[in-house]
C-alpha cells in the first residue's frame, strides 16, 4: 500500500519507571515481570480491534481506525485503555506479593488526521503512522501520571459521555509551543450508543417522519390484535432510524407497553451472545451491575411468575448472564448444542410472556449483532410472531438475515430529509438570524438531509468560533460561509468506503478526483484496471449507493461528503497524479467540444501542479465565455 491519510485515534502506553524497576534484576527475571504487561496491554488493543503497530521495550503504540476505518475509533481507544488498566492493576497485586515490585502503567491518548504507510521487505513488514497526531499522542503519555490515562480535546470531542473524565487545564507538553487542555478518564459512562450520547446534550426536533411513525403505528396495532410483527427499518447511516425507533418506543413506553430493548454495539460483534445476554437482562428486569445472589433471586422470582415450569432454566440463565455459583457452574456442552438448548429455552420463555399480555423487543443498530445473537434472533422473531408481540429493529442496508422473507415481517425505509424538514431542523439549530441564511442553504446542499451530518457540521462550526450564540440563536462570525467535513463524519463515511474490496476502492477514490459527477470514459481511462472489473465496481459502487448512473454514461455521487472524503483520505502525492491523468483524459475524450470543458480542464491542471497548461486553459475558457456574453443594446 502506497498510503493514505485517516482518521485515527494513537494511544501509547508504557510501564512508569520501568529502568529504575528492572536495573537491579536478573535479564530473565526482568522479562518474566514485564512481558505480562506487554501481553495485558497487546490483548486490551486486540480486543477493541485496535492494530499495535510498534511494541518497544517497556510500552506499546497502538492506532484504533487503521489499517481499517473505524467510525468509533476514539471509543475503541478509551475503553482499551481502561480494560489495560483495569488488568495491570489486577497483575500488580501478585507482582507485589512476589517480587516486591510497583508495577503501573501510563497511558496517552490523541485523535487526528495521519498519514498511514506500509513500509518493509521480503522478509519485514511495518505498518506505521506519521504526523503530530502521533507526535501528540506520545506527549500525552509522558505527561501522564502513572495508573491514569491522559486524553487531548481532540479525542474527548469524540468520546464525551461515553467516558467520565476530569479536566486537568492546560497541560505544558514537551515539544509544543503553548499547554493544550488535558483530560484524565476515570471510567466508562453513562452512554453506550452515539444517539445516547447526543441525546445527553439534549436532542434536535424531531421532524419530516410523519409517514414512518405511521407506518410503524400500524404495525404495532397488528400486532396488538394477535398477529405478532418484526419490522426493519432500514436506511444509510445518520439518516435518523435510531431517532425514529426512539420517538415510537417513547410513544409505546407511554401507553404502558411492556418493552424491552438491546443495542448492539461494532466493538462488541466478537462478544459471543453478548445482544442475547442483554435482551435477557431487560426481559427479566435485572440490573447486570447488582450483587450475583441478588440477580439469581431476581432471576428465579420472575422465571416462576411466567412459568413455573422454567425453573429448571435457571443453571442455564445463570450460565448465560454470568451468575453461577462457583459451587454449581452449567456443566459445559458442545457449541451447536448450546446453541439448541438456548434456543428452546427462548422458545419457553417467549411463549410464556406472550401469554401475559403484548409486549415490544426493540433492537437498535442491528448490523453489528454477534453471530451467535442473530442466529438466535431467528428463533425469537418465528415465536414472538405467534403471540401479540412486535418486534423491531434498525439496521443499515448492507444487513440480511434468514426470517426477512418470511410473512410476519415488514420493512420500513428511511430516507434523508425532504427540503422542508431540512429547513425546518436547521432553523431549530441554526436559528432566524440573517448572518446564518446562507449557512443554512450550503449545510442542506452538502448534507443531503442526512441529520447526523447536518447535526455534526453545526456542532463543529459552533466549536470552532465559527458562530457564537447558543442552539437555535447563532450568529455568523466569519467573511465567507466555509464547511469542513467534522472528524466524526469523515470517521463514518472512511468506514463505509474501507468496507469496499480493494478494486472498488481504486474506482472510487479516483472517480473521488473527478468530481461528484464525472464521465464513465474519463474514469476507464485514468484509472488502469480491465474494462470487466470497472463494470464491475460500477455495477457494486451503485449497488451499494456511493453512486447513481446517470444519462450520457455520467455517474453522480450520490452523496457529496463521500467524495469528499474519498478525495481527502489519498496522499497529495496520489492526487496530484490522478489530477494530471484526469486533465489529459478529458482533453482526449471531449476533443470535439474541448471550450465546453475548458474551465474544468485548467482546474484539474492547476490542482496537478501544472500553472503553464492551468493558464492556457483559463484563458480558452475565458475566450469562451466572452463569445456567449449576449451583446447589450446600446443605451438612447
Known sequence: MEGERKQVTVLFADLKGS??????????????ILDPV???????????????????????????????????????????????????KGYADGVSRSHGVNVQIRVGL???????????????????????????????????????????????????????????????????????????????????????????????????????????????????EGHGVAMGVV?????????????????????RLPVVEAHCLSHARSVPLGVLRDLLLGALGVDQHEPPELIRAKIAERLVALDPSLVDALPLVHDLLDVSEASSPEPARDPIEHERVIADFLRRLLRARGAAGPF????????????????????????????????????????????MGRSYYQQL???????EAMREMLSGLLGEDPSVGELAALIRERTQGNPFFIEEIVHALASSGAMIGARGAYRWTRASAELEVPATVQSLLAARVDGLAEGDKLVLRAAAVIGKRFSERVLRRIVGLPTGEVDRSLATLEREEFLHGGAQSEYVFRHPLTQEVAYGSQLLEQRV?????????LEEVFADRLGERAALIAHHWEQA??????????????????RIQPRRSPRR
Not at 499522542?137 to 487531548?152: D, H, V
Not at 435518523?240 to 401507553?255: A, N, V, Y
Not at 501542479?609 to 466572452?626: I, M
Request: glycine share 8%; hydrophobic share 45%; with cysteine.
Open 38 to 88: 506487554l501481553d495485558r496491554m497487546i490483548e486490551a488493543v486486540h480486543r477493541y480491534e485496535g492494530m499495535v503497530n510498534q511494541v518497544m521495550g517497556d510500552g506499546i503504540m497502538a492506532l484504533f481506525g487503521a489499517p481499517l476505518a473505524h467510525e468509533d475509533h476514539a471509543v475503541r481507544a478509551c475503553f482499551a485503555a481502561l480494560r489495560m488498566q483495569d488488568a495491570i
Open 577 to 585: 497524479a490522478l489530477h494530471a491523468a484526469v486533465a489529459q483524459a
Open 110 to 224: 490523541n485523535s487526528g488526521e495521519v498519514v498511514v504507510r506500509a513500509i518493509g521487505s521480503d522478509l519485514h513488514l511495518d505498518y506505521t503512522a506519521v504526523g503530530q497526531t502521533t507526535h501528540l499522542a506520545a506527549r500525552m503519555e509522558q505527561s501522564a501520571n502513572p495508573g491514569s490515562i491522559l486524553l487531548t480535546a481532540s479525542t474527548m470531542n469524540l468520546v464525551e459521555g461515553y467516558v467520565d473524565v476530569r479536566a486537568l487545564g492546560p497541560v505544558p507538553i514537551k515539544g509544543v509551543a503553548h499547554p493544550i487542555e488535558g483530560f484524565e478518564v476515570l471510567g466508562a459512562g453513562p452512554a453506550r450508543t452515539r444517539f445516547q450520547a447526543a441525546a445527553r446534550q439534549g436532542l434536535t426536533r424531531f421532524v419530516g417522519r410523519g409517514d414512518e411513525m405511521a407506518a410503524l403505528e400500524a404495525g404495532l396495532r397488528r400486532a396488538l
Open 360 to 403: 415490544v423487543v426493540y433492537l437498535d443498530d442491528a448490523h453489528w449483532i454477534d453471530p451467535q445473537s442473530e442466529r438466535l434472533l431467528v428463533e425469537l422473531a418465528d415465536v414472538a410472531s405467534t403471540t401479540r408481540a412486535f418486534l423491531l429493529l434498525n439496521f443499515r442496508p448492507d444487513f440480511h438475515t434468514t426470517w
Open 609 to 626: 501542479r501544472r500553472p503553464g497548461q492551468a493558464t492556457r486553459w483559463r484563458r480558452l475558457a475565458a475566450l469562451r465565455v466572452a
Open 19 to 32: 529502568m529504575e524497576l528492572l536495573a537491579t534484576r536478573d535479564p530473565e527475571e526482568a522479562r518474566k
Open 235 to 255: 436506511g444509510a447511516a445518520g439518516v435518523g432510524k435510531t431517532r425514529l425507533c426512539h420517538e415510537f418506543i417513547e410513544q409505546c413506553r407511554s401507553r
Open 413 to 419: 425505509s428511511v430516507a434523508p430529509l425532504g427540503r
